[in-house]
């Protein structure tokens, strides 16, 4: 099984600053990488899959990068409807598909 | 528009069983994989198991294997979770999802069923 880590568990930012997320895989997934968004008493939506795609709906502000084992997702100015919890996600090898524990990003 | 609409959580004692739905539309329901997911309050998400179009190929993860079965009804663009001998920490909400069209990853996901496992 793949295990998935995220850095740091809570981010607090001022809105308008850039904001980088990280993710970490016990093994590499390739670019096979996606990113959640879950705001409180929501859904999670995609953000970004392939490692780097961003899904429909987001803005240019996201974006996203990595291979391997070692994964970002950038906010290049923070809104204040980009506060929620980032999982990111691999599915390179599954099952089990893994999740890591999340990011909170909140407005400082 | 693609929506996927869960139903059948509740209250359920330990060691009861229970049936979630999932209910499709606006996709080819019969031409896609079909996941179930979970996520306990104030915890993460847990991927539990999976579905091929058919039917044929099921899986699920180890802390359901044995009691959880996943099932569909392509005629009725329906999937289907049943769940025995519960536990209290298989208390969550539980979300059907399709996976993606360009990947392995979950695109849509529903909105969720709340299953309360507890006497």
């Known amino acids: 099984e793949v295990v998935m880590t995220q850095s740091p568990a809570t981010l607090s930012v001022s809105l308008g600053e850039r904001v980088t997320l990280s993710c970490r895989a016990s093994?590499?997934?390739?670019?096979?990488l996606a990113w959640y968004q879950q705001k409180p008493g929501q859904v999670p939506r995609l953000v970004i899959f392939?490692?780097?795609t961003r899904a429909t709906g987001f803005p240019a502000r996201f974006s996203a990068g990595g291979s391997g084992t070692e994964f970002t997702l950038t906010i290049s100015s923070l809104q204040s409807e980009d506060v929620a919890i980032y999982y990111c996600?691999?599915?390179?090898?599954?099952?089990?598909?893994?999740f890591g524990p999340g990011t909170k990003v909140e407005v400082k | 528009e693609v929506q996927v609409v869960e139903s059948g959580g509740g209250l359920v004692q330990p060691g009861g069983s229970m049936r979630l739905s999932c209910e499709a539309s606006?996709?080819?329901?019969?031409?896609?994989?079909m996941i179930w997911l979970r996520q306990a309050a104030g915890k993460g998400l847990e991927w539990i198991s999976y579905?091929?179009?058919?039917?044929?190929?099921?899986y699920y993860a180890d802390s359901v294997k044995g009691r959880f079965t996943v099932s569909r009804d392509n005629a009725k663009s329906s999937l289907f979770l049943h769940m025995d001998s519960l536990r209290a920490d298989d208390t969550a909400v539980y979300h059907c999802?399709?996976?993606?069209?360009?990947?392995?990853?979950?695109?849509?996901w529903g909105q969720g069923t709340l299953v309360t496992v507890s006497s």
């Open positions: 999802a399709t996976l993606g069209d360009f990947g392995d990853f979950f695109d849509y």
């Open positions: 606006g996709f080819t329901f019969r031409s896609h994989v």
């Open positions: 579905i091929s179009p058919s039917g044929t190929t099921r």
């Open positions: 093994h590499s997934v390739s670019s096979n």
């Open positions: 392939g490692a780097a």
């Open positions: 996600l691999q599915y390179n090898n599954w099952p089990p598909w893994t």
